[in-house]
């Protein structure tokens, strides 16, 4: 696969997850502050966001090395989103509900390029210490 279609399978498989965090976020905002909701939000999308970019996006398998350092690109996104959508908010004078698909979009070259680079590196076997002569 190229790395244009990739690229357009990882927008695809993020809008989903943008949508899924977006829906989280506006129920978790009638009960908490918009930073807390924000990062409740962004953790529980996060485990459904693995799959699909493993299973849609590089058509890779799933693997736990994977799993576990899939956060790993995620908190480039984190960051990018949060200080995003602290700087419309509290900066720019930008709603709370609107602030966060805003942010996410800066954070789409960055996210690609890391989750590319973890899901497609080659899982290698453990080697194995050889004997002592």
Known sequence: MTVSAQ???FVLVGAVNTATYYGC????????PYLAAHTLAFALSMTGSFFLTSYVTYRTRP????FL?????NAANFVITTGGVYLLVDVAGFSSRYAPPVAAAAAIPVTFLLSRTIMLRPDTPRKTAEPVP
Do not use: G, Q, S
């Open 7 to 9: 690229l357009v399978r």
């Open 25 to 32: 976020y506006l129920l978790l905002l009638h009960a908490l």
């Open 63 to 66: 693997t736990w090395r994977k």
């Open 69 to 73: 350092l899939f956060p790993l690109t």
